[in-house]
């Protein structure tokens, strides 16, 4: 058991060098890491630390939901629907471990994301910010008349009611001419309405549009496309075509947002505090090492190791469950090395006792023991979730009721 625990404790890409005698070795140490296929079950399984915004780096935005045109009942579901689009559209873009947030407060709506190690803030504002609504349209009536220079764009702004709604997946594909393009598949719905809008649009342009804007040049049909998929021709360089395709897998946001907040934080104040927090840790561990064996000398030994033991245990679980370790994460981890070490001195103060009315060792180590852990685990359980509720929920609600207004 301890060897799995350690295996998955191993740092990250570590070079190893042996050079002895006959014997050279060069390699890198990275924790253990699980590839298993049966059939249809596999799993993909890397152990590796989580870092949050404050110690990796990144951004952290706020973004504001105009609730204007939304009913009242129905603000909630749509902060919370434009917040999975949003969770979406970063996953898609490619950001490791983003958080996705909402936070509601009055009349006020907001979603806030923080995008740890990501450095093209600006493509991730406008990506998150797109509402992304596509719509074919057609040819407006022959007998319609255009001023003179009338762009193309414009002459085929007729709705026909097929939208990104009934678009099922988009992909990025290449054309005949080997440039990147937009390939789409359509549900039953929109199967429908696509083959019935290329069959009466043969010889004539068709528009795409995002947000009221053209994304190409109106195409011509030139058949009736009659299965699910049809495709977005047009001059897309491939991280246009990438972001064209991630805002239609995503969907359009049934809100507005606003940008209100930004904040940046770089790698390099991210890895100033991982620096301060190891100081820190290490002179607390230290200084409880040394309180443990100066006092309790052999038992003080043995509770060091223990807590060795426990460190490399709750390790291993931030990485297997996995679990974003930020500042105050690692504050609490420590804090729990302390708890630990409470539990110890209990069972040592209370070994002194027996010891002190007579009793032999033996007795003094295994008899009292049990009764003891399971009080101080109830009781610190019970402490940690009641200090939890009352300062995530309760607090919160006074800091409202004395704050409202201010």
Request: aromatic share 8%; with cysteine.
């Amino acid at each position: 058991m301890l060897a799995l625990v350690i295996a998955i404790d191993l740092p990250e890409n570590v070079p190893l060098k042996i050079n002895y005698g006959p014997i050279k070795v060069t390699t890198h140490i990275n924790p253990l890491s699980i590839h298993f296929s049966l059939g249809k079950i596999a799993i993909n399984k890397d152990f590796k630390t989580h870092l949050g915004l404050d110690l990796k780096g990144g951004s952290h935005l706020v973004f504001e939901a105009d609730m204007a045109d939304i009913k009242k009942a129905d603000r909630n579901d749509a902060l919370e629907s434009a917040r999975d689009i949003i969770d979406r559209r970063v996953n898609f873009f490619g950001v490791s471990e983003p958080s996705v947030q909402t936070l509601k407060s009055e009349n006020n709506y907001r979603i806030i994301v923080d995008l740890p190690g990501n450095e093209d803030i600006s493509q991730a504002i406008a990506l998150i910010g797109q509402t992304a609504r596509l719509e074919f349209t057609e040819e407006l009536p022959p007998d319609t008349k255009f001023a003179t220079g009338t762009p193309d764009f414009m002459k085929v702004t007729k709705k026909t009611g097929l939208t990104g709604k009934h678009i099922k997946r988009s992909t990025i594909q290449y054309d005949d001419t080997g440039k990147p393009a937009v390939g789409l598949e359509f549900n039953t719905e929109g199967t429908k309405l696509f083959a019935a809008l290329t069959q009466r649009s043969v010889g004539h342009k068709i528009g795409i549009f995002i947000d009221g804007y053209p994304i190409t040049s109106p195409p011509v049909v030139e058949t009736p496309i009659l299965d699910e998929q049809g495709i977005i021709t047009g001059q897309f360089t491939i991280d246009e075509a990438k972001k064209l395709s991630v805002a239609i897998n995503s969907g359009a946001l049934p809100v507005s947002i606003n940008l209100i907040e930004q904040r940046n934080i770089g790698p390099t104040l991210g890895a100033e505090h991982i620096r301060k927090s190891m100081i820190a840790g290490i002179i607390g561990l230290l200084g409880v090492v040394a309180f443990m064996v100066l006092y309790y000398g052999r038992l003080g030994i043995i509770a060091v190791c223990a807590l060795i033991i426990y460190g490399l245990i709750n390790f291993a679980l931030f990485r297997t469950i996995p679990v974003t370790l930020t500042l105050p994460g690692i504050a609490g981890f420590i804090l729990s090395i302390g708890m630990a070490v409470d539990s110890n001195i209990l069972i040592f103060e209370r070994i002194k006792e027996e010891r002190r009315k007579g009793n032999d060792l033996k007795s003094a180590i295994f008899f009292p023991q049990f009764g003891l852990i399971r009080g101080f685990a109830l009781t610190l359980g019970i402490g940690v979730l009641t200090s939890l509720f009352t300062g995530v929920f309760i607090t919160r609600r006074l800091i409202d009721m004395f704050y409202r207004g201010k």
